[in-house]
């Protein structure tokens, strides 16, 4: 037991033996709250106060949940099998299974994971002849998952304010019967459908309340109204519910997490108030205290101080770039110093805020040759030769599946074209049958024939995978449906999604089922489940990139923390109001929390997103950081670009060295001084004849790019 508690401070000691009664731990980043959660498991346990089947806790991740089913193994020798530990939608999914007849569900019910909600919305739109202009599948997509997420079915909406809003009211209430005809489920329904099985179940309601004597929830402040909800109805009157959370890294309020559900636990649990934690253990003090003076300028925070006896540690690094290629190469040179000092890659981050930056990162690393590894870009589960696999998986684990249907009917090519398919879906849609069926049923005629042979085909795959493994049904499908063939033709791409197809047959040599029958389905749900989870793995020494949401809960030894300008980070989506503003600055929090002992900040004067340039000017997030913690590095001095090859090239200047080549008066190297930024020298130029940019050192503004065409400069 002392072992269990060994090394905790008396703050989180309180929090892990806390009595057995409803608690709210708040308490900032980096001081042991999941530390706190795990161990309290552990705790319960070891003292006897629980079973281990009465245990149900909610991580964030599906990562999270391996991370704690691992240590608590180490720490109490139970079954931690038997335990419910995983992410609201694993939980729930669990759940479902186990009760699908009472939910109204087939057995082998699948999960649609985003794009393939996105693809399943598209379909309606077509069948219903809406145009995706006017009813974007995206927009369609959020208006049914916000309603979900808030509890309410089509039937039960307040009415329509206008007619636009009717038919997207029409669209959900269809949406959810086409899932219900394919006996598909999206990661909203997982929960909604849980929740109302509960609610309307008084028996199984008895039965879970009875079972999960102490629930424990980990990132409390980024649940939902609904998660919010199931909890409540699983707590009952006499459960425990432990939730830790930080009210500073709520991140997630555009997809309808409610800082409010801290308040309202506190009310509807009697928590007469909340323990804190108050020292940090991860970061050291430059990089806390920066962290802190950022969340302080957010008003309405529930409060908390942060500490560390880490020592105050180096100064944060900042670095202003000319271009985002210029940055890209920066961080890349600094991953290479740490390495060189003997720091793993795998404890350095490059976080951002939008996807799009990785690409100019991913291809200095390219060329840098530094193995990376990406999150929230293409995850193994989402690329399309897995997808396509999967899709043949479903389809012997349920034929009615119309999305798995369409994805792989002509793939590959088998002669069945898009009218082909578009009469089929016409006499689904007039007949009331899915898709399969209408293959079936196609009558006679050349095109008959060749849907015949596809019927066939997935029959013989049903068949022939009846007395298989799973690991050989996944290598059945992949050679006999036709996918390793077509991927053997393809020269540029074939080999690496071979390799993937491969890696799937290794996954599922490797997935231990609850239920063996159940083998396919079980997979196939997980596999969903990690396609919608876009966070890191840590493991092999790669360079881990990520955006900061995907960023939550995890620390490295070194973070970069990059695209710091107005526009980017903070978002211009965010930039018109103060709420949107505050997200940001706490997912800034969360970000510069991630790292322990050294943070870089970096930001570029220049960079093209979605195809534009922009010239954009550096991120209040950084003003906000109290200077004395920041160091500015220069940026290297590059040498003047070669003149335009359009000029004569008898032009003195042109061959004239960097340092005395005349810019319209000034050169490298010269004293000047400018109206706002005082004195500086020129350290760098760019372009020629009137377009000339300057690059300037100032002594009290850092480094500038200037345009002399409007910057107002003279010569010292
Ligand atoms: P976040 O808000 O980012 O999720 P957290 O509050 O959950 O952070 P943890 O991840 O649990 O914090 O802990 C941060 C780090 O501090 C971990 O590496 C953890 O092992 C370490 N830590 C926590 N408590 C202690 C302690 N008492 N002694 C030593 N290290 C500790
Ligand atoms: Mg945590």
């Not at 009952?236 to 409010?260: K, P, T, W």
């Not at 009310?267 to 003076?293: C, H, K, M, W």
């Not at 089929?424 to 049923?441: K, N, P």
């Not at 600055?585 to 050294?598: D, G, Q, S």
Request: charge should be negative; include cysteine.
């Amino acid at each position: 037991m002392s072992e269990l508690l060994a090394g905790l401070n008396n703050e989180q000691l309180r929090a892990v033996t806390w009595p057995a009664k409803s608690a709210l731990v708040l308490a900032g980043a980096g001081s042991g709250k999941t530390r706190v959660l795990t161990t309290r498991i552990a705790w319960l346990i070891a003292t006897g106060q629980v079973n281990p089947s009465g245990i149900l806790a909610v991580t964030f991740t599906n990562k999270a949940a391996r991370e704690m089913h691992t240590r608590l193994g180490a720490m109490v020798p139970v079954n931690v099998r038997t335990m419910w530990i995983g992410t609201f939608h694993g939980l729930c999914n669990r759940f479902l299974r186990a009760h699908y007849r009472d939910a109204g569900l087939p057995q082998a019910f699948q999960i649609l994971d985003s794009a393939d909600q996105q693809a399943a919305i598209k379909r309606l739109l077509k069948s219903l002849e809406l145009s995706d202009e006017k009813y974007p599948p995206r927009a369609v997509q959020s208006f049914i998952n916000g309603n979900k997420e808030a509890g309410l079915r089509a039937d039960r909406l307040p009415p329509a304010l206008n007619p636009y809003e009717a038919k997207l009211v029409e669209l959900y209430a269809a949406y959810d019967a086409q899932c219900r005809r394919e006996g598909v489920v999206d990661f909203a329904e997982l929960l909604l459908r849980s929740y109302e099985l509960l609610q309307a179940n008084a028996a199984l309601r008895a039965h879970y309340q009875g079972r999960f004597r102490h629930i424990l929830v980990d990132e409390f402040q980024d649940t939902n109204r609904l998660q919010y909800a199931w909890l409540k109805l699983l707590s009952g009157e006499h459960n425990v519910l432990f939730a830790v959370g930080d009210d500073d890294q709520s991140i997630y309020a555009f997809r309808g997490a409610e800082v409010g559900n801290m308040r309202a636990l506190l009310s509807d649990f009697q928590v007469a108030e909340p323990v804190r934690l108050e020292q940090n253990y991860r970061s050291v003090g430059t990089i806390l205290n920066a962290a802190n003076a950022l969340i302080e300028r957010n008003d309405g925070r529930l409060g908390k101080n942060l500490w560390t006896d880490a020592g105050e540690g180096e100064q944060i690094r900042l670095y202003e770039a000319y271009s985002d290629g210029d940055e890209a190469q920066f961080i890349i040179d600094e991953v290479k110093n740490l390495q060189r000092e003997g720091m793993n890659l795998s404890d350095m981050a490059i976080l951002y805020r939008s996807n799009a930056q990785s690409r100019v990162l991913e291809h200095v690393l390219v060329n840098a040759q530094l193995p990376y590894r990406i999150y929230g870009g293409l995850r193994f589960f989402e690329r399309q030769e897995v997808k396509h696999a999967l899709a043949y998986l479903r389809l012997v684990s349920n034929p009615d599946d119309d999305n798995a249907l369409l994805r792989v009917i002509n793939v590959p090519a088998r002669g069945i074209g898009a009218r082909t398919v578009e009469n089929l879906q016409a006499i689904s849609r007039e007949q009331g049958v899915t898709l399969w069926q209408a293959c079936c049923a196609a009558g006679g005629g050349r095109t008959a024939a060749k849907l015949g042979e596809f019927v066939l085909l997935i029959e013989a795959l049903r068949n022939k995978s009846s007395a298989m493994t799973l690991a050989e049904t996944v290598s059945l499908i992949i050679d006999h449906s036709g996918l390793r063939a077509m991927y053997e033709q393809d020269k540029k791409e074939g080999e690496e999604r071979l390799a993937n197809l491969d890696e799937l047959v290794s996954a599922a040599a490797g997935f231990f089922p609850d239920q063996p029958e159940l083998a396919i389905v079980e997979f196939l749900s997980a596999a969903s489940l990690e396609a919608g989870e876009h966070q890191a793995e840590a493991g092999e020494d790669a360079l881990q990139l990520m955006t900061v949401h995907a960023a939550k809960g995890l620390e490295f030894d070194a973070v970069f923390v990059s695209g710091l300008e107005e526009g980017l980070f903070p978002h211009e989506n965010s930039m018109n109001d103060s709420k949107g503003l505050e997200e940001e600055r706490r997912l800034m929090y969360v970000a510069v929390t991630r790292a322990r002992k050294r943070l870089y900040l970096s930001c570029a004067q220049s960079r093209m997103l979605h195809g534009q340039s922009r010239y954009p000017i550096r991120s209040r997030f950084v003003e906000e950081i109290p200077a004395e913690l920041v160091r500015v590095l220069s940026a290297t001095v590059k040498p003047v670009p070669q003149a335009s090859p359009r000029r004569a090239p008898w032009l003195e200047e042109a061959s004239a060295p960097a340092s005395t080549m005349s810019l319209q008066g000034f050169r490298i190297g010269q004293g000047v001084s400018h109206a706002k930024f005082g004195a500086g020298v020129v350290i760098n130029a760019e372009g020629s004849g009137n377009d000339v940019r300057l690059q300037i050192n100032f002594a009290e503004h850092g480094l500038k790019w200037l345009d002399l065409r409007y910057a107002k400069l003279t010569a010292e």
